[in-house]
């Protein structure tokens, strides 16, 4: 009998991660990845700023599986296989260790994603994977016993075949995949930033509110952590996590919509309220545009005075009904109008792809073509910031490659 042949196609993250547990569990199959363009794990080398954010310090599958907007009850099976303690051990065994910042993100040590890299391509020389370059492949011709892979420069036989293509932004992408009968949900990016175009608190760029809540107006999508106001609108990840979470509804919307900003996080009016009322007794006589009693900058402050109109002059004794309320409004429901959406530098994301319901979790493989596997950023699987989507790909990779042949 003919060698058995384990083809990867996509030589990214989850396409290394396949090759390297392919051949760790079939070890006299041949493995080979087939790679699009000139230059293995590009994503990889860019990411979490030239840092590669790992994985996540989250160790309990269920609670890992929440931070996914799409493919969470998926991964919550698939962690069972190959969870973030998993990855640590994995990385641990080949020399690489990993630092956990207080946030959770786990990067290494080094401190530079070429460490992982380094890691995947010597593993990959060791075991013996084969790499083909500059290789796009455009059709898998489905025989009885296997696969033939049509690429740009090879006809190549297959016994059992993993696409670990990433991320398409176009759904004319997908079209090779569909003639085989998968269904593919709607391509849409994922973790962006909000454009603010002409408004005028992009003139704040810099101010960070270490614990804001950004709502989305009309719907129950909430954002709550760090906000950034940058040069184009806002960012951080109080506004990356709505931008995942809400990804479908944003796109529906094209991108234009109106968010609410509650700048004391999830303070409630009532206390707000107290607040106020504290603040006039003790220190009844100072004018409040120069006592700024809250975790917001003084430039910010001065900001929402201004916008909710209250006389610059006024002390804090003076403020009475009206300008209370609208000092109130301004702090929890501040409006703004959200025109478009820009690219965050340090990570973005496809939501959509293949669908999950034609993937059998447990070995990856295709409910359609049996023999196909999938793994990665192809499926419709995405995570929010934080080194979920790359656990996503060490994941099903692992698991494709583990369980591609019998
Ligand atoms: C700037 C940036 C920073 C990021 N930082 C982080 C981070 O720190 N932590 C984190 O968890 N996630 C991060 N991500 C997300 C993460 O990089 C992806 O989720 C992950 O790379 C997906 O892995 P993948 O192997 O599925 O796809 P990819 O890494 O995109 O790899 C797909 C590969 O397939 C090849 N290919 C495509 N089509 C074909 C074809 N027809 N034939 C052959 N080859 C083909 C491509 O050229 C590519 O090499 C970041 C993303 C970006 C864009």
């Known amino acids: 009998m003919s060698k058995q042949h384990i083809v990867i196609i996509g030589g990214g993250a989850a396409g290394f991660f396949a090759a390297l547990s392919a051949k760790k569990h079939h070890p006299t199959a041949q493995v080979s990845i087939l790679e699009k363009s000139s230059k293995l794990l590009a994503k990889v080398k860019v990411s979490g700023g030239g840092r590669c954010n790992v994985t996540h310090a989250c160790f309990d599958n269920k609670q890992l599986s929440t931070y996914y907007p799409r493919g969470e009850n998926y991964l919550k099976k698939a962690f069972e296989q190959f969870n973030a303690q998993s990855t640590i051990d994995w ?84 079209a090779w995949l569909e003639e085989l009968g998968h269904d593919i949900v ?3 990016p994922s973790l962006f930033t909000f454009n603010m175009p002409e408004n005028p608190v992009r003139e ?38 709505l931008s995942a979470w809400g990804a479908r509804i944003l796109a529906e919307k094209t991108y234009h919509f ?60 003076e403020l009475g009904k009206k ?12 409006r703004y109008e959200v025109k478009g959406k820009t690219t965050f530098k340090e990570e973005f994301v496809t939501a959509g792809g293949v669908a999950m319901t034609n993937i059998d979790i447990r070995n990856m493989e295709s409910k359609r073509v049996p023999g196909l596997h999938f793994a990665g950023e192809i499926l419709d699987i995405d995570g929010v910031t934080g080194g979920f989507n790359f656990q996503a790909a060490w994941t099903t990779g692992y698991i494709a490659g583990k369980n591609c042949l019998d």
């Not at 101010?207 to 940058?230: D, N």
């Not at 120069?290 to 804090?316: G, Q, V, Y």
């Open 204 to 241: 704040l760029m810099g101010t960070v509110v270490e614990k804001a809540s950004v709502r989305v107006e009309g719907t129950k999508l909430l954002g709550q952590g760090p906000l950034l106001i940058t040069h184009w609108g806002m960012s951080g990840p109080a506004v990356l996590l």
């Open 91 to 174: 990385f641990a065994e080949r020399g690489i260790r990993m630092k956990t910042y207080p946030d959770g993100c786990l990067f290494p040590e080094s401190n530079d994603s070429q460490t992982i890299i380094d890691c995947f391509l010597s593993e990959a020389k060791k075991l013996g994977v084969h790499i083909w370059m500059n290789q796009g492949v455009k059709k898998i011709e489905v025989l009885p016993h296997g696969f033939k892979l049509h690429s740009d420069q090879k006809i190549v036989d297959a016994t059992r075949v993993i696409v670990t293509t990433g991320g398409q932004p176009k759904r004319s992408n997908f």
């Open 258 to 317: 109106h968010v609410l900003v509650n700048w004391l996080n999830d303070k409630k009016e009532v206390d707000l309220r107290a607040d106020i009322e504290h603040t006039a007794q003790l220190h009844g006589a100072k004018k409040v545009q120069n006592l700024n009693p809250f975790p917001i900058t003084n430039r910010l402050w001065h900001f929402l005075l201004t916008k909710a109109d209250i006389p610059s002059e006024i002390r804090w004794h």
């Open 323 to 334: 300008n209370t309320n609208k000092l109130v409004n301004i702090l929890l429901n501040d």
């Open 186 to 188: 709607e391509p849409l």
